[in-house]
T-cell receptor, first 112, second 115 residues
Framework: GEDVEQSLFLSVREGDSSVINCTYT??????LYWYKQEPGAGLQLLTY?????DMKQDQRLTVLLNKKDKHLSLRIADTQTGDSAIYFC????????????FGPGTRLSVLP | DVKVTQSSRYLVKRTGEKVFLECVQD?????MFWYRQDPGLGLRLIYF???????EKGDIPEGYSVSREKKERFSLILESASTNQTSMYLC??????????????FGEGSWLTVV
């Protein structure tokens, strides 16, 4: 079946760049997403990328997609303590909005 | 703005009680979902609904049921709560566009403790 994998933990120093990586198995994935979950809260959509793109930039966030290797990354520039959260990678391949596969989440800790 | 609202943020219930978790979305989405989130296990899909009165089992439906009587409302029911159902429950919704690019939106979560 479809699978999405992420490393579970990442620590960075405030002001550095963070890179969170994700790999997926479904070659028919058409949209890939990054969600952020702050402590005690739900998942907030950060950004998404269509599979025919290889990069998307939105302020401090850069998403890179290597479709050949099925590898997705999220780069956060100038990481702040407010970026400490769990980041989920997800993929979708259907036209009905019913099938989303989520990774286990990467817990980002930002050290002062 | 997209809004998925879970009516209870924190609940404490006794073993054997019947528990209702309510979720409302204001975006006219066809699809609604219930997930549970546990440390080390990520998000696990319990049930989803693609239309009023329609439902599909997810990965872990045992011990749960759902109800969707109106398009905007999706309820998760624990018929007889057990301690292993202590968890964070997340409701979500998505639009069926008939093409790719659908996005799923989440509520703030309901923390359920069964004692």
């Amino acid at each position: 079946g479809e699978d999405v994998e992420q490393s579970l933990f990442l620590s960075v120093r405030e002001g550095d760049s963070s890179v969170i990586n994700c790999t997926y198995t479904d070659s028919s994935s058409t949209y890939l997403y990054w969600y952020k979950q702050e402590p005690g809260a739900g998942l907030q959509l950060l950004t998404y990328i269509f599979s025919n793109m290889d990069m998307k930039q939105d302020q401090r966030l850069t998403v890179l997609l290597n479709k050949k290797d099925k590898h997705l990354s999220l780069r956060i520039a100038d990481t702040q303590t407010g970026d400490s959260a769990i980041y989920f990678c997800a993929e979708s391949n259907d036209n009905y909005g019913q099938n989303f596969v989520f990774g286990p989440g990467t817990r980002l800790s930002v050290l002062p | 703005d997209v809004k998925v609202t879970q009516s209870s943020r924190y609940l404490v219930k006794r073993t054997g009680e019947k528990v209702f978790l309510e979720c409302v979305q204001d975006m006219d989405h066809e699809n609604m979902f219930w997930y549970r989130q546990d440390p080390g296990l990520g998000l696990r899909l319990i049930y989803f609904s693609y239309d009023v009165k329609m439902k599909e089992k997810g990965d872990i439906p045992e011990g749960y049921s759902v109800s969707r009587e109106k398009k905007e409302r999706f309820s998760l029911i624990l018929e007889s709560a057990s301690t292993n159902q202590t968890s964070m429950y997340l409701c979500a919704s998505s639009l069926e566009t008939g093409s790719t690019g659908n996005t799923i939106y989440f509520g703030e979560g309901s923390w359920l403790t069964v004692v």
